[in-house]
């Protein structure tokens, strides 16, 4: 890590629909949904979801997620994608804990995600959020490759971390 990148981070709008689109276009593995559906996420999930931009108001950073209706105390992180030439200082772990301090999660005390085996630098980012809360981190089946069809996406493994107190969310201030 370099350290901590410089970045306003905020809740996204649908005007930024297409500027995230087109990020995670440039991230993958990530699966690029449609348009439509990063309009939603900018309007109807704007509270848990977050993007970054620098200086000059280009988008470099989003984060995809939500509360599952059945568990309000889980923040289910869907995708999350740092452009390539600011990867490595900090900015996916500050963009997570950005969301985590917003008041719509003072009931959250899990973060789950689906990660695909190989996906080592998701792995990290995910095992280096539950170190630094001392969280407890449970891995299992997620969704196998036949969930997916025949579109050769691999497995996805569930991520389950937590419980963290809120206490610990709080002493992880985001650099924004
Ligand atoms: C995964 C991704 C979001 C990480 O963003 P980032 O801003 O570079 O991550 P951070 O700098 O906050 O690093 C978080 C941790 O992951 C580690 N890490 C980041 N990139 C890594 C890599 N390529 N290989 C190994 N570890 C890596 C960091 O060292 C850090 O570990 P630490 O907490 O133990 O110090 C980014 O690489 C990306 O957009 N990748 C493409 C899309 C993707 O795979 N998204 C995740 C699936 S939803």
Not at 38 to 55: I, K, Q
Not at 61 to 81: E, H, K, M, N, S
Not at 90 to 100: E, P, R, T, V
Not at 129 to 136: G, M, S
């Amino acid at each position: 890590m370099t350290g901590p990148v410089a970045m306003v981070l905020r809740k996204p709008q649908p005007a930024d629909g297409p500027a995230i689109y087109s990020l995670v276009c440039q991230c993958p593995p990530l699966d690029a949904n449609s348009r439509y559906a990063y309009l939603l996420l900018a309007d109807h999930w704007a509270d848990t979801c977050v993007l970054a931009e620098d200086d000059s108001g280009t988008v470099k950073g989003f984060i995809a997620a939500y509360t599952p209706p059945q568990r309000l105390d889980t923040l289910f992180v869907w995708q999350v994608a740092v452009a390539a030439a600011v990867r490595g200082q900090g900015l996916a772990q500050q963009m997570l804990d950005a969301i985590l301090q917003r008041p719509v999660c003072a009931f959250v005390r899990h973060v789950e995600a689906t990660v695909t085996p190989d996906n080592t630098a998701s792995a990290r980012l995910f095992q280096g959020f539950a170190r630094r809360r001392a969280a407890p981190v449970h891995t299992g089946s997620g969704y196998p490759a036949s969930c997916f069809g025949d579109s050769g996406h691999a497995e996805e493994l569930l991520w389950r971390i937590g419980p963290f107190s809120r206490q610990s969310v709080q002493e992880n201030p985001a650099a924004a």
